[in-house]
Antibody, heavy 120, light 113 residues
Framework: EVQLVESGGGLVQPGGSLRLSCAAS????????MHWVRQAPGKGLVWVSNINRDGSTTNYADSVKGRFTISRDNAKNTLYLQMNSLGAEDTAVYYC?????????????WGQGTTVTVSS | DIVMTQSPDSLAVSLGERATINCKSS????????????LAWYQHKPGQPPKLLIY???TRESGVPDRFSGSGSGTDFTLTISSLQAEDVAVYYCQHYYSTPYTFGQGTKLEIK
């Protein structure tokens, strides 16, 4: 079964750091770009970051650039998101997502999400 | 950045009736070299991850009921649910993947009238 499972969310104080993980199974992880998407409470979906197959190319939303770092370990079939200098605006459910394999940037496989709460 | 704007923000439709959601991009998301529109539609229910419905603007994802269809090209797109079922109550999002940052519309909340 194709599956993505996020972990690492939790409560963190403003200015703190957190590292999210996304464990992939059921497909050849190293063959896919991977993405992080988030949804703040009561708000819409927002793309956060993506990374290419070997980890050499990354992209970020302006709102997280310089604070978040996406990475991957293809040997462990795991995607990461290192989040630093967290603020209340980063409170959200964070999803990892896999795009379809046909060059489409649409995402057909999603994790269940992990919740990050930034509060003192 | 490409801005995606959906209309309406919310919609109430009777069971069995047609629901139509519109999405407009601030610039064309038609890639002329392959004649594909880089647009997807997602269904999002509370407590669940988003579900891909449509990609390339009009291609239905495997397993998605055929009452869901997508149309449009360039900057104007539509998601149509031909006969609304109770399980279709959700928030629907359009999303472009033409270039980063990939952006979503603000969402359309679909309810039963």
């Amino acid at each position: 079964e194709v599956q993505l499972v996020e972990s690492g969310g939790g409560l963190v104080q403003p200015g703190g750091s957190l590292r999210l993980s996304c464990a992939a199974s059921g497909f050849t992880f190293s063959s896919y770009w991977m993405h992080w998407v988030r949804q703040a409470p009561g708000k819409g979906l927002v793309w956060v970051s993506n990374i290419n197959r070997d980890g050499s190319t990354t992209n970020y939303a302006d709102s997280v650039k310089g604070r978040f770092t996406i990475s991957r370990d293809n040997a462990k079939n795991t995607l990461y998101l290192q989040m630093n200098s967290l603020g209340a605006e980063d409170t959200a459910v964070y999803y990892c997502a896999r795009p379809r394999g046909d060059g489409s940037g649409s995402w057909d496989v999603w994790g269940q999400g992990t919740t990050v709460t930034v509060s003192s | 950045d490409i801005v995606m704007t959906q209309s309406p923000d919310s919609l109430a439709v009777s069971l069995g009736e047609r629901a139509t959601i519109n999405c407009k991009s601030s610039q064309s998301i038609l890639y002329t070299s392959n004649n594909k529109n880089y647009l997807a539609w997602y269904q999002h229910k509370p407590g669940q991850p988003p579900k891909l419905l449509i990609y390339w603007a009009s291609t239905r994802e495997s397993g998605v009921p055929d009452r869901f269809s997508g149309s449009g090209s360039g900057t104007d797109f539509t998601l149509t649910i031909s006969s609304l079922q109770a399980e279709d109550v959700a928030v629907y999002y359009c999303q472009h993947y033409y270039s980063t940052p990939y952006t979503f519309g603000q969402g359309t909340k679909l309810e039963i009238k």
